[in-house]
């Protein structure tokens, strides 16, 4: 549920006079995102149903592989107890399976201020994704705990959609807190099973990436950047402002957070050397990704949430 | 920079490369657009914020702006001031005794204003006011055809200039003080047309009736146009020394009757004294005799050294010479009122033409006798025309002669052509 249900039109409201002239600092989710999630969920459920029939934990899985202990809960299954840790330690454990892992799903969205980069605006770009995935995950019937700053909304049955959609909505991207603060102050529960970091990732170190990374928790960057990020002289001007960008045109860079200034010329070598700066950042992600086991995509804010959310889930 | 500007209304030229840039930097500003990856592009060229700003302008409009401001400034044709504060004016004061006639209208009707003197001090001190700085002031003044270079340093006119010397002038001579920083104040312009350098200050002023000349007891008035002859003239002197060659004084004495004056024995020194003949005293005895003459006639006479002149009195003039043992010897000196002989008897006429020596003798004596009271000559009682004031050129008018003037304006002049071609290379390679 959300936790602050009634304060997210305000919030809003500040976000975009504190944001100012941030492009895209809010999110909408409209009908139209709604059928194409109910597509997506549908997707998944159809491809559950043909993975357990070919007898494959897909994902959801191996099952019976033991990878964490948790506080025993009154009315929970007696043979999931821990026996080991009930004479050690004299209090009650339930052995955490793979599967019940992977059935806690936490989303980590950044709403910092670069998020409202756009457009198309990254954060509206994150807030799809998320609720794809999140509404995949509860087709599996996972536990699905997404993070927002300091806001967070819990659900696990389906028909918590609508409040998910919402809370999603009143999303904006503010404020130079981001997923490195989340990393530093937060802490996602032990038993989550698949933790997903959601941003444009700039603001993270490696380390701090890789910080909640544990036995039998599946990690997943997906970082997210807006056009004008990936292509600044092409497609990512055009956007916005319905023309292509002439090269040798002089440019003033806004720091969404910081709020420095920069002014630059998209002559040829700026832009050569912008590419290869921005082409080694990211492949060091992919191989810190690759080494550390870590399910890492790059999507640029003008793709299709469902093209995201399908890399993620179906490797 | 101590600048003064020779054109200044060429500095709106300016106006151009100011709008120009104005437009410019409005059309070059950068979009600004907010981004996330600003980090990567910081480090990309590692200069300042404020030099990538600057370059918003391509180079060739900076260089043309830069082109278009130098050849404004060089309209306005700037130059060093000189470094003098003050300047000094050389104001030459014309004293004739019709500065001191009452300024009159054209129709001879004393116009109250006081005297032409007076008239022409108080133009100047307009003029004066009239300057950014007041000028310092040196006075020197014309007597008698003369211009005593005195040059007194006072704010004010010296009060031995407002005394009137003799009559006449030699109107031409002014022209040699033709000369910047130099103020002639007269009546009228003394050369007929305006000095080239000079300023003038010229009272200006309509005729002055009055008796123009006098014979014995008896004077001729100019009186609405009109000769008018007047009796009732004191009777004036001429004064014969004792050492005079007998045949010089016999001649001067028919010249005095000729011009109605009494002959008296001893100088009283009043003004009834029209004419003073001396003879010059010597201790040292006579000196051989000498042949010497002018003006056709010849004479032979023993000489009298002439001891050191007096500074007190105006210097006289030379009217005859001698050259002896090599050294030029004054024998008849003389300024108005006074004329002095060096020559004694024995005096023979050589020449055999007394028609000669009394022309010659005859306009000498004219020359230095002095005006009765009150008589000046018809030229100075004559209009003296309109009144003009025209301060005088500096040294530095000419603005191409003004030592330090053009080659600022060269400079500028070929800056602004370098940055133009240098604007148009730089379009070019865009």
């Known amino acids: ?315 | 920079m101590n600048l003064e500007w020779v054109h200044p209304t060429g500095l709106w030229a300016l106006v151009l490369p100011i709008v120009l840039a104005l437009l410019s930097l409005r059309r070059g500003k950068p979009s600004s657009l907010h981004l996330g990856t600003v980090r990567l592009w910081r480090n990309l060229t590692g200069e300042s914020e404020g030099a990538r700003v600057r370059r918003h302008l391509p180079l060739a409009r900076v260089l043309l702006i830069g082109a278009l401001v130098a050849g404004g400034l060089a309209l306005g044709g700037p130059r060093l001031k000189n470094p003098s504060i003050q300047m000094t004016w050389h104001v030459v004061l014309d004293t004739r005794p019709t500065m001191f006639l009452e300024h009159t209208t054209e129709e001879g009707v004393p116009s109250g204003q006081g005297t032409r003197l007076a008239v022409g001090l108080r133009a100047l001190e307009q003029l004066l006011e009239e300057q950014n700085t007041r000028p310092a002031l040196r006075w020197s003044r014309r007597i008698s055809g003369l211009t005593r270079l005195d040059r007194i340093a006072s704010e004010r006119v010296p009060a031995a200039f407002l005394v009137p010397g003799p009559s006449g002038h030699a109107r031409s001579s002014w022209l040699a003080l033709d000369e910047p920083h130099t103020l002639w104040v007269s009546d009228s312009m003394p050369s007929g047309s305006l000095p080239e350098h000079a300023g003038v200050v010229l009272s200006g002023g309509g005729p002055v009736p009055g008796p123009v000349a006098s014979v014995g007891d008896r004077l001729l008035s100019m009186r609405a146009g009109e000769w008018v002859e007047e009796a009732g003239m004191p009777m004036r002197f001429l004064f014969l020394d004792e050492g005079l060659p007998t045949r010089l004084a016999s001649f001067a004495k028919v010249w005095a009757g000729e011009r109605g004056l009494e002959i008296a024995d001893s100088d009283s020194g009043e003004e009834s004294l029209a004419l003073r003949l001396v003879a010059a005293r010597s201790g040292s005895g006579s000196l051989p005799v000498e042949l010497f003459g002018r003006d056709g006639w010849q004479a032979s006479a023993p000489l009298v050294e002439v001891g050191e002149e007096s500074d007190s009195a105006p210097r006289p003039r030379h009217w005859l010479s001698a050259e002896v043992a090599g050294e030029v010897w004054p024998l008849v000196s003389w300024r108005p009122g006074w004329v002095r002989v060096a020559f004694g008897d024995p005096f023979e006429d050589r020449s055999g033409d007394p028609g000669a020596f009394a022309v010659s003798w005859a306009d000498l004596l004219d020359r230095a006798l002095l005006s009765a009271p009150g008589v000046l000559p018809q030229g100075e009682r004559e209009s003296a025309g309109p009144a003009t004031t025209r301060a005088p050129r500096s040294r530095s008018f000419n603005p191409e002669a003004a030592p330090g003037a053009w080659p600022l304006v060269r400079w500028l002049s070929a800056m602004a052509g370098v940055l133009l071609f240098a604007s148009a290379l730089a379009l070019k390679s865009t």
């Open chain 1, 1 to 315: 549920m959300p936790d602050h249900p009634n304060s997210g039109s305000q919030r809003k409201g500040a976000a975009a006079r504190q944001a100012g002239e941030l492009p895209c600092p809010t999110v909408v989710l409209g009908s139209e995102y709604l059928k194409r999630l109910e597509r997506l969920s549908l997707r998944f459920a159809a491809g559950l149903e043909r993975r357990e029939g070919a007898g494959r934990a897909g994902l959801l899985g191996s099952g019976e592989e033991f990878v964490n202990s948790r506080p025993y809960r009154p009315g929970e299954d007696l043979r999931q107890l821990d026996w080991d840790l009930l004479a050690r330690l004299d209090r009650p454990y339930i052995r955490v399976s793979r599967r019940e892992a992977a059935e806690s799903w936490s989303l980590w969205i950044d709403t910092s201020a670069s998020m409202g980069v756009g457009p198309p605006g990254k954060l509206q770009m994150a807030a799809e994704v998320a609720g794809g995935i999140a509404a995949a995950g509860m087709q599996v019937g996972a536990r699905i705990e997404l993070v927002a700053g300091t806001r967070r909304f819990q659900a696990r049955k389906l028909s918590d959609i609508g409040q998910l959609v919402e809370f999603l909505q009143n999303l904006c991207a503010e404020g130079s807190e981001g997923l490195a603060t989340a990393v530093e102050e937060s802490r996602p529960p032990s038993q989550v099973g698949r933790l997903f970091l959601i941003g444009d990732l700039l603001d993270l170190e490696h380390k701090q990436a890789l910080h909640w990374r544990r036995p039998g928790r599946e990690l997943f960057w997906i970082q997210i950047l807006a056009p004008l990020e990936l292509r600044p002289e092409g497609r990512g001007r055009s956007h916005l402002e319905g023309s292509t960008s002439q090269v040798g045109e002089w440019v003033e860079w806004v720091d969404p957070e910081g709020g420095e200034r920069l002014s630059v010329r998209l002559d040829g070598s700026n832009l050569a050397a912008y590419e290869s700066n921005l082409e080694r950042q990211l492949e060091t992600w992919q191989s810190m990704a690759a080494r550390h086991g870590v399910s890492h995509g790059l999507f640029s804010s003008d793709s299709p949430f469902e093209s995201a959310v399908r890399a993620t889930l179906e490797p």
